[in-house]
T-cell receptor, first 115, second 114 residues
Framework: QKEVEQNSGPLSVPEGAIASLNCTYS??????FFWYRQYSGKSPELIMS????GDKEDGRFTAQLNKASQYVSLLIRDSQPSDSATYLC???????????????FGKGTHLIIQP | DGGITQSPKYLFRKEGQNVTLSCEQN?????MYWYRQDPGQGLRLIYY???????QKGDIAEGYSVSREKKESFPLTVTSAQKNPTAFYLC?????????????FGPGTRLTVL
């Protein structure tokens, strides 16, 4: 059973600070990892993808991947009230025999940025 | 203006009725997906399609059916056999070149069973 685990929160962070979101996954075969942001009542929006060990930076966002520890994280620098949302971690895996790929999602971490 | 559209935005169904949710994309993506999201839960995969006239069951396909007659369209039918259909339904698509494995979502359809 492929699983993706996230702390549901809420995680409360002061405006301007660094928000750190964590995710662990169960399947060592997984190769692609994604962070989606979801505002209440809206659909998920892709904000970061990462495929190899190490850090990947895009603006205020940094994704970190450690495949040996089966751990992926998202850092948000200079947090803004507009960053308040639920952040979903998703892991790509291959359906056996089909060759197609699907995403397994965590339940999400609710992030609150306090002004 | 490229993107994924879903309709309707809200849908109300009486018990015992079948309903069909629309998903259209003009991104020229080959793969399309249907997910379901329940409150406080992650997304769960219902069906996916890699190519026209082919589709595969996901983790929770029971009570659902799909078709893929055109590359741009991947409608989902929620049948009366689906025991708990009230949920937020999300369609996604993925290209085959460039941004590997990245899936992009439509705005979603919120289905409520009365």
């Amino acid at each position: 059973q492929k699983e993706v685990e996230q702390n549901s929160g809420p995680l409360s962070v002061p405006e301007g600070a660094i928000a750190s979101l964590n995710c662990t996954y169960s399947d060592r075969v997984s190769q692609s990892f994604f962070w989606y942001r979801q505002y209440s009542g809206k659909s998920p929006e892709l904000i970061m993808s990462i495929y190899s060990n190490g850090d990947k930076e895009d603006g205020r966002f940094t994704a970190q991947l450690n495949k040996a520890s089966q751990y992926v994280s998202l850092l948000i620098r200079d947090s803004q009230p507009s960053d308040s949302a639920t952040y979903l971690c998703a892991v790509n895996w291959m359906y056996s025999g089909g060759g197609a790929d699907g995403l397994t999602f965590g339940k999400g971490t609710h992030l609150i940025i306090q002004p | 203006d490229g993107g994924i559209t879903q309709s309707p935005k809200y849908l109300f169904r009486k018990e015992g009725q079948n309903v069909t949710l629309s998903c259209e994309q003009n991104l020229n993506h080959d793969a399309m997906y249907w997910y379901r999201q329940d409150p406080g839960q992650g997304l769960r995969l219902i069906y996916y399609s890699q190519i026209v006239n082919d589709f595969q069951k996901g983790d929770i396909a029971e009570g659902y059916s799909v078709s893929r007659e055109k590359k741009e369209s991947f409608p989902l039918t929620v049948t009366s056999a689906q025991k708990n259909p009230t949920a937020f339904y999300l369609c996604a698509s993925k290209g085959t070149s460039g941004r590997e494995n990245e899936q992009f979502f439509g705005p979603g359809t919120r289905l409520t069973v009365l």
